[in-house]
């Protein structure tokens, strides 16, 4: 066990890859002679050189677009996209190019490329620069969603998206970069697995990337109020959804309750939701419940952005309250 | 460019940068959070373009403090929406990267890289459609000539001869990317060239900016179709308050930092406007004394309320669940 840094995980991860095969690369604004703007790729350009650490130019939909290429070429390209909104000048190529040329080419065509993603909520930096799409991503068949809340995770799940063939999104919350963490280098992490943080037997609640810490935060209070044990479940893969997992945990506890960051409407926990309500109804013992972002732009003014998205007070409040109606 | 202009001109650079220096020291008390992208180093070419360009709307950027005030915003309003107030440009919605002020014309702060160019476009046909006086003026840096916005902006413009100003402010960074690192040339006009006259000026000095701001306005008011400006300046602080700076030699911030915008202002003023000491104290006086009443107007205006959360998301509300 090493203990490290979420950002120095994915450092490790990429370096790793890149010592082991000289055909993967990375592009991005800012990733070589900076090292990157959260600093994942710190120190990675005068190791493996400006030939593979690429700095382009503020493109995004050439940073993706160029990355198909490379992976059509033979190369294994990582693209970083600095901030999830500047990802949407891409999204013509993440989901006309990317997620359905091995499709269209009935398999000839490999795309073994991953797209880092930093997203969500961080401190203040308003509507622009604070959003999250796994939603989207996610709703496009084609490509891999990977989810990094942990830090061991970002270092196995990153490193298998490289070594992967198939397109992955890997999307990683803006506000873990400096948290950290204890990585086992010599783990064998499944990262299509779902986490279970921690267990319990009368609740399941589900959250992923930077919520999960939120929900962590709020359960001894909720198990206090209660007198009732949660289990909760870090997703990590978006898409596919490890159900099995789920399934499990859902089946023992009998109650569901979904934690995201995003906007409410059309967010990632309706998927959730409406797999569990389809396929185990009759193992709820009620309605589920689904704790998400406020369906409005994210504000700048502090006591406004926290109103926006959930936090751990909000997560406590709104269990018990309907904890209160169902049995809890 | 007659005195009063001259004086104007200096005036609101002096108080544009005593703005930033106040704007990063209550960054550090933490009164002002998120992204702070300053301004200092660059007021010549913020003001003057600002002070020349009245006959029109200003589409611009996430470092826009200055412009904002020299295009008339209240520097309190614009402080206080740095503190997040409700008080502030946009009621504490926006921060530090979006004012807008359509009273004035101002569309500020755009923090999407080339994203508000096509906007810029969209509003210049407008103005044409309304056989307008006004035309437009899109300020962009040179990072955003790289970007598909960019070229489309440069073909559409041209095509549908729009009355439309792109103003580009070349620092020669675009955050730790020098430009000549990602475009085959520092001189980002030479992308425009296909596409309609260009002019190069030196953006740290204000007469000059000022003079070819003037001349692009009255071309385009002839419906000549677009213009573009390449201004070269430079950024003596950091891209944001969250950036360290290291790719730039202090040999080189100190070439610049000698070219100082504010220093040649005054000088003219003394040699081509006969202004004395006493005089020119007077205005940097006046502009802290209007610093320091943004910054006590900011601090002590109240906080949006969260009851207002869903307040300006659409016109019309409707009842939702
Ligand atoms: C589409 C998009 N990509 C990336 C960014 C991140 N970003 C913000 S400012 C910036 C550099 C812009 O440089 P330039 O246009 O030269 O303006 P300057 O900061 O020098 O004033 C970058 C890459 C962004 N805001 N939008
Ligand atoms: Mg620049």
Redesign the pocket.
Same mark, same amino acid.
């Given at each position: 066990m090493i203990e490290m840094l979420y950002r120095e995980a994915l450092n490790r991860a990429i370096d790793e890859c890149m010592a082991a095969d000289p055909n993967v690369v990375m592009l991005g /604004?800012?990733v070589g002679l900076y090292g990157g703007?959260y600093r994942v790729s710190e120190g990675l350009v005068s190791k493996y050189g400006e030939k593979r650490l690429i700095d382009t130019p503020?493109a /995004?939909l050439s940073i993706v677009g160029n990355a198909v290429g490379m992976a059509i070429g033979g190369l294994r390209p990582i693209a970083e996209i600095?901030?999830a909104?500047?990802s949407l000048?891409a999204f013509d190529q993440i989901i006309n190019h990317m997620s359905k040329y091995r499709y269209m080419s009935a398999g000839k065509i490999t795309l073994p490329m991953v797209v880092r993603f930093p997203q969500g909520v961080s401190k203040q930096l308003a509507a622009?620069?604070s959003e999250s799409y796994e939603q989207m991503l996610s709703a496009v068949p084609g490509i891999r969603v990977f989810a990094a809340g942990d830090v061991n995770y970002a270092y196995h799940a990153l490193k298998k998206a490289i070594l992967m063939d198939d397109p992955v999104v890997f999307i990683e919350h803006e506000l873990l970069y400096n948290k950290k963490g204890e990585v086992d280098l010599d783990a064998e992490v499944d990262p299509f697995k779902a986490r279970i943080v921690k267990e319990g037997k009368d609740l399941t609640i589900v959250s992923y990337l930077k919520m999960v810490d939120d929900v962590i935060a709020a359960v001894p209070e909720i198990e206090k109020q209660t007198g009732k044990s949660c289990e909760v479940i870090d997703l990590q893969s978006l898409n596919p959804i490890d159900t099995e997992t789920l399934k499990a945990s859902i089946e023992k506890t009998g109650r569901l309750v979904v934690v995201e960051e995003d906007h409410k409407m059309g967010g990632y926990g309706a998927q959730v939701v409406s797999w569990a309500a389809e396929s185990l109804f009759y193992a709820l013992d009620a309605a589920p419940l689904r704790i998400a972002g406020e369906n409005v732009p994210i504000p700048y003014n502090r006591k406004l952005e926290l109103a926006s998205i959930p936090t751990p007070d909000k997560i406590v409040a709104k269990i018990i309250e309907w904890g209160a109606n169902n049995g809890l | 460019m007659d005195k009063l202009t001259a004086e104007e001109i200096y005036y609101t650079m002096v108080l544009g940068r005593k703005f930033e220096y106040a704007a990063k020291e209550h960054y550090m008390t933490g009164e002002i959070s998120g992204f702070l992208?300053l301004d200092i180093g660059q007021e010549a070419l913020s003001v003057a373009a600002m002070k020349a360009f009245d006959h029109g709307d200003v589409f611009t !950027?996430?470092?826009e403090h200055i412009m904002a005030i020299a295009r008339g915003i209240e520097p309190k309003a614009v402080m206080a929406e740095l503190f997040g107030k409700k008080t502030g440009v946009s009621e504490g919605r926006g921060g530090s990267m979006h004012l807008f002020d359509p009273t004035h014309f101002f569309y500020g702060g755009d923090?999407?890289? *080339? *994203?508000h160019l096509p906007n810029a476009v969209g509003c210049a046909y407008a103005r044409k459609f309304q056989e307008s006086e006004h035309g437009v003026m899109a300020v962009? *840096?040179?990072?955003?000539t790289n *970007?598909g916005a960019f070229f489309e902006s440069l073909n559409i413009s041209s095509a549908w001869k729009l009355p439309i100003l792109f103003l580009c402010? $070349? $620092?020669r960074?675009?955050?730790g !990317?020098e430009?000549t690192r990602v475009a085959p040339f520092l001189e980002q006009a030479k992308k425009a060239e296909p596409y309609m006259p260009t002019m190069e000026v030196d953006g740290n000095d204000a007469v000059a900016v000022y003079e070819a701001v003037k001349e692009a306005q009255a071309y385009i008011q002839k419906s000549h179709g677009p213009i573009f400006i390449e201004a070269f300046t430079y950024?003596w602080e950091g891209?944001s308050m969250s950036d360290p700076g290291t790719y730039r030699s202090p040999e080189e911030m100190e070439i610049w930092k000698r070219r100082d915008p504010i220093a040649r202002m005054q000088a003219l003023l003394k040699e081509r406007y006969g202004m004395s000491e006493a005089q020119i104290e007077a205005l940097d006086q006046k502009a802290q004394a209007a610093v320091d009443e943004a910054v006590e107007y900011a601090s002590k205006s109240p906080e949006p309320v969260v009851a207002e959360l869903f307040e300006h998301v659409f016109v019309e509300e409707v009842a939702h669940d």
């Open positions: /604004e800012d703007s503020i /995004e600095m901030t909104n500047f000048l622009q620069h | 992208h !950027t996430y470092r923090a999407i890289v *080339g *994203g962009f *840096g040179d990072g955003a *970007g402010e $070349n $620092n960074y675009a955050i !990317t430009i950024r891209h």
